[in-house]
């Protein structure tokens, strides 16, 4: 089936980028100011390009969910096409506990955040909440040999369905990195020694129960405003000061959202996206008044996978039947036209891991047939479907099939983290998936549906996959040129 080309236009519309806070002197109180901060960022970019050709290139960061950007590119170069029979080097092996946060990296300096238990039987049934006794934990490590710099642990009792441990990436925000744990503890600790500035629990705050699998909406951090999905009358969304943890703003009447917060810009105009369990809604991240609502309604309230942007379409995707691409529009005020509705067996339904939108082309794995599906944007047919990166041997369904889906740079090029905890390299186009290696990095320790998993997304930076389970993190080199190490 031919692929349907449809003009990107960058100058209307662009995925809002993130600096780090202590290097942006903008503020965020007013749309002028996010305009004046869109602006700036364009311009660092283009200095950017020209430092690359200048200027030797640098170790990238990876300081929270998917990235600097929150987009699944990782944009550092001089690193593998492909992986060979021979492997690749294991830099350093390091015991962590359990949980399903990815790491992220700053500065050579890798945080995981992860849960010890106590006691309690810590079973998984998608129905019903487990009670389980234990601490939550943020370590940092050194990047270069996975020595342990510091250790921040509070006690966090679970009565969460999916108790293995904390759901959200820790965010590096310049001098202090920022996490949420799966009971709704909010913290915010400095970057260099793990000392406690300010921390609440939501549940006791906003006067909420934990959603049934925990909070696990990554918090965003733009300017000096920290974002989240808290969940109430009023509260589905919550801004607040990072510097002090105070309220500056909140919105929405939604139950707790387990997706994560994005920011994205159309002709200049900012605006927040929330996925939650009654529709996807766009807010003004100055105020939160809100600009639009398109409803879909997942199964289980399971709103999880970020909706996704090229252009001027937005692809919002959930577990079962439920779909929507949209286009976006700004008639003096950010608007939304649906263009269509997934089916069972068109679009692609994502849970865990949240799509990439390349040319046209949605890439996600789906939660009913648990395979890899790419999408023609245009009409939501699919392209091709392949179970490479979930399960290999598998030729009818895998429930809940996952892979955590990366892009290298611009190119075709992608990185795919496997729930059997392999490390695959793969070209993805409208016309086919073509496997370029694969690399075994550590044992699936989870369970879901009788089997067991990885359901963690990794960290790429300095060259490095930092990648975790529930007993280890693993640094895997991703040098050009680096020997394989014997395994």
């Not at 001089?78 to 790491?103: C, H």
């Not at 707790?256 to 809604?281: A, E, K, R, W």
Request: proline share 5%; hydrophobic share 35%.
């Amino acid at each position: 089936m031919k692929r349907h080309k449809t003009e990107n236009t960058p100058s209307k519309s662009l995925t809002f980028e993130l600096l780090i806070s202590d290097r942006q002197q903008i503020g965020s109180n007013g749309d002028a100011l996010m305009i004046d901060y869109l602006f700036l960022l364009r311009r660092l970019r283009s200095v950017a390009l020209l430092f690359l050709f200048c200027c030797p290139v640098v170790a990238d960061d990876w300081k929270g969910w998917m990235g600097d950007n929150r987009d699944g590119v990782y944009r550092e170069t001089g690193i593998i096409n492909e992986i060979t029979s021979e492997g690749l080097r294991v830099k350093w092996r390091k015991a962590i506990g359990s949980g399903y946060a990815g790491p992220s990296v700053s500065e050579n300096r890798v945080f995981v955040f992860d849960y010890e238990k106590q006691s309690g039987d810590a079973f998984n049934d998608p129905g019903e909440r487990a009670s389980v006794q234990g601490s939550e934990r943020i370590t940092a490590f050194n990047g270069s040999s996975g020595e342990i710099l510091w250790q921040h642990t509070y006690e966090c009792n679970y009565s969460i369905s999916y108790p293995a441990g904390p759901r959200c990436t820790p965010t590096i925000d310049g001098k202090n990195i920022y996490t949420l744990g799966a009971e709704g503890d909010l913290r915010c600790l400095r970057v260099d020694d793990g000392t406690l500035l300010w921390h609440f629990n939501l549940k006791e705050r906003f006067a909420i129960e934990a959603p049934l699998w925990g909070f696990a909406s990554h918090p965003l951090i733009v300017n000096d405003l920290l974002y989240t999905a808290v969940g109430g009358r009023g509260q589905g969304v919550v801004a607040f000061d990072k510097n002090t943890g105070e309220v500056r703003w909140k919105s929405l009447d939604a139950k707790s959202s387990y997706c994560p917060l994005t920011l994205i810009s159309m002709d200049q105009q900012p605006q927040l996206i929330c996925f939650h369990p009654n529709g996807v809604s766009s807010l003004n991240p100055n105020n939160g008044a809100i600009f639009w609502t398109i409803p879909i309604q997942p199964d289980y309230e399971m709103s999880i996978a970020s909706p996704v942007v090229e252009g001027n379409r937005m692809f919002a995707s959930s577990i079962r039947t439920e779909a929507v691409m949209l286009q976006l529009t700004n008639n003096g005020k950010p608007q939304v036209q649906e263009l269509w509705r997934g089916e069972p067996k068109n679009a692609v339904h994502c849970a865990n891991s949240t799509p990439l939108f390349v040319n046209g082309v949605v890439y996600g794995t789906d939660c009913n047939d648990g395979n890899l599906v790419a999408v023609d944007a245009q009409n939501g047919s699919q392209l091709w479907t392949t179970f490479q990166p979930t399960k290999p041997d598998e030729t009818r369904y895998i429930r809940h099939g996952t892979a955590f889906i990366t892009r290298v740079g611009d190119s075709n090029r992608y990185f795919l983290m496997s729930e059997s905890g392999d490390l695959i390299i793969a070209e993805l186009s409208a016309e086919e998936y073509q496997e370029k290696g694969r690399f075994h990095v550590l044992e699936p320790t989870s369970e879901c549906f009788g089997r067991s998993v990885v359901w963690s997304h990794p960290a790429y930076a300095q060259k490095t996959l930092f990648a975790r389970n529930d007993k280890e993190i693993v640094a895997v080199s991703l040098a050009q040129g680096d020997k394989p190490s014997s395994n």
